[in-house]
Every structure is written in structure tokens, then in C-alpha cells.
């Protein structure tokens, strides 16, 4: 899962919400100097992480760029689902994924001194290009897809896979839709053992 499910997953804590988001960044078990419940969205994330690379659905969504993308192909269909949540986004929350981001935006303003590093980099891109939002478009997760392949050390042509998802599109809505739902599931109950 990318960036909006690991914090739509992470419930209402915004500072379970900013561990889970900054999770990527931070290596190891070197992250007891964090608060605890930044802390727990760390431990969260990485447990949606290890639900998810496992996951029969999100293997077979993965099986259809690998043969392209290799070992880029479980980032970038954490990118698609982004987009099928974003896209869907009244079937799992009350609140308009406008005010759901602008709220999260807020929430890393507010706590910026407790981000790592890498984070508060990435911070004033994410909000000024509101990456959140693009995630409801193909052009969107385009420009997101072109951004990562930016950042590779190796090259990378992720941004060509939108390719893939505008012929397999419902394909892999159908395979988000009932991935997706396991995995709240799973998130619940890991946040309760927390």
C-alpha cells in the first residue's frame, strides 16, 4: 500500500497516522526515540507491509507487470490500489477525501519537529503538489509514477505502467476491491494489539 491507505488505515490517532506515513524512512528498530504512538503506526505500517507482498490478490495484481516491471511491480500496484481508494473513496469514509488529506496536511504541519528527517523534505512537496488528491486520476498517479522514477538510484521506467492500468483497469479494481477489504480487517485488529 502507498501513502493514503497506510494512513487511512492508521484510524482517527494522527500520530498513529504520521508513523504509519513515515514508516519507509526510518530502518531497523531505531525508533524508540519517537513517541509511542508514533511508534505503533512504524510497527503498523510494516505489518501492512508483510500482509500486503503476501497477499494471493495482490500477487496476482503484481504477476501482470512483472514480466515489464520486475521488481518495481509491488510499488507500483501499491500506487494503482492508491488510486482505486482515492477513486472510491465515499464507499470507505463519510468524510471527502479533500478534507480527510487537508487534515492529515495539517496534522504533519503541526507535528513537524517530530518527523524524521527524510519526512520534513518531503513534506512541502507533498502538500504544495497535494499528492493525496492526484491519486484520484490516471494523470495523477501518472505524475506520481514519474516522480518515483525520479528518485530511483537505478533507472526505472515505472511512469510507463499506466500503460498497464488504463487496458487492465478493471482488472485491477476488482482485485483492490477485494484486497482492500481484507486488509482493513487486518489493520483493525493489528491496531487493537498495539
Given amino acids: ?39 505503533k503506526g512504524i510497527i503498523l505500517h510494516r505489518e501492512i507491509d508483510t500482509f500486503t507482498d503476501a497477499h494471493p490478490i495482490f500477487r496476482q495484481s503484481t504477476k501482470r507487470l512483472h514480466a515489464n516491471y520486475h521488481h518495481y511491480s509491488g510499488i507500483i500496484v501499491d500506487i494503482f490500489y492508491d488510486h482505486f481508494l482515492a477513486k472510491n473513496w465515499s464507499k470507505y469514509s463519510d468524510e ?19 518527523l524524521n528527517e527524510k519526512t520534513q523534505k518531503m513534506v512541502p512537496y507533498l502538500i504544495q503538489q497535494n499528492w493525496l488528491m492526484s491519486y484520484q486520476t490516471i494523470e495523477g498517479i501518472a505524475f ?44 483493525n485488529l493489528k491496531i487493537q494489539t498495539l
Fill in 96 to 114: 471527502t477525501l479533500a478534507d480527510f488529506t487537508e487534515r492529515f496536511y495539517q496534522s504533519l504541519r503541526d507535528n513537524y519537529d517530530l
Fill in 144 to 187: 506520481i509514477l514519474e516522480k518515483m522514477d525520479n528518485r530511483m538510484k537505478r533507472d526505472s521506467i515505472m511512469r510507463l505502467s499506466v500503460s498497464e492500468l488504463r487496458t487492465f483497469y478493471a482488472e485491477f479494481e476488482a482485485e483492490f476491491t477485494a484486497f482492500f477489504a481484507t486488509l482493513i480487517v487486518h489493520s
Fill in 1 to 39: 500500500m502507498n501513502f493514503l491507505a497506510h494512513i487511512y488505515l492508521s484510524g482517527d490517532n494522527d500520530l498513529l497516522k504520521i508513523g504509519n506515513f513515515m514508516a519507509d524512512g526510518i530502518h531497523g528498530k531505531n525508533f524508540d526515540a519517537f513517541p509511542l504512538d508514533i511508534q
